[in-house]
């Protein structure tokens, strides 16, 4: 059969290694609902996961799909020419879970779209970029703790599954890659608009304290004067993040 070329402009790295794929797809929890893969690529994960229920994958790139559904003719269905990254997954049967290795050029995009959908997705494993696994594992006080860190760790419970070496794809990426798995956990009454306004503000001038950087929120003076806002976002933990959005809703409530 024929052999799929990866295309550089897609992010595309395949693969090749059986027993790491049996280690992600092993790490998926069992359940009911849609499963769904993304960037499914030469099928490597993919022939582990045909006798899954409910189970599509997405790819933006014609050549895999059309290869996939050669290699796999009985299951053509389950094989979809479509962006994950501008599906409406309130179409799916839920609950859905994500499996994947993520194309790298836009793995953080998808990360905000499993954000976005946080009440549908209960399970993420997926292999990505070393870097971005790290922010989005990372904790408090750490250089690279940011937006997606926060959000992410809100809504899920995450591990750092295993490191990944460059030299069992096709082609070797540049970077190290890991695998990471997420669970969703019990938080979904949680206002995610209040918060994902104020983590974004506080670490666009995450040089500055949360004093100055959450200025444009117009926060009243006997609320920042409190000593979380000499601190700057990086110092806040999750936790610290969600107590202090409590507390700015309960100030806007009173408006």
């Given amino acids: 059969m024929r052999k799929l070329k990866p295309k ?28 769904l893969e993304v960037g499914p690529g ?6 582990h996961l045909l006798e899954v229920n409910h189970l599509i994958t997405f790819d933006v790139d014609e050549a895999s799909i059309s290869y996939l559904r050669e290699k796999f003719p009985d299951h ?64 408090h006080g750490n250089k690279v703790y940011g937006i997606l860190s926060v959000l992410l760790q809100t809504f899920y419970d995450i591990k750092y599954l295993f490191s990944v070496d460059p030299l069992v794809f ?19 009454d949680f206002d995610a608009k209040t918060l994902k306004t104020v983590v974004k503000a506080g670490f666009g001038k995450r040089r500055k304290t949360l004093r100055n950087a959450l200025k444009e929120l117009n926060l009243p003076n006997d609320l920042t004067v409190n000593e979380v806002f000499d601190k700057r976002a990086e110092q806040l933990s999750v936790q610290d993040f969600i107590d202090l959005t409590r507390k700015i809703e309960e100030t806007w409530g009173k408006k």
């Fill in 8 to 35: 550089k402009h897609l992010g595309q790295h395949f693969l090749k290694d059986e027993k790491i794929a049996l280690d992600i797809v092993g790490a998926i929890g069992k359940g009911s609902g849609s499963l």
């Fill in 42 to 47: 030469m099928g490597v994960l993919t022939q």
């Fill in 76 to 139: 053509k269905e389950k094989f979809q020419l479509k962006d994950f990254l501008k599906e409406n997954l309130l179409e799916y049967q839920t609950p859905i879970r994500v499996i994947g290795n993520f194309p790298y050029n836009v793995s953080s995009q998808i990360f905000f779209q499993v954000f976005k959908f946080r009440e549908r997705i209960e399970e993420v494993v997926c292999m990505i970029q070393k870097e971005v696994a790290e922010r989005i594992v990372s904790k």
């Fill in 170 to 188: 096709d082609p070797p990426p540049k970077v190290n890659s890991s695998v990471i798995k997420m669970v969703r956990n019990n938080r979904l």
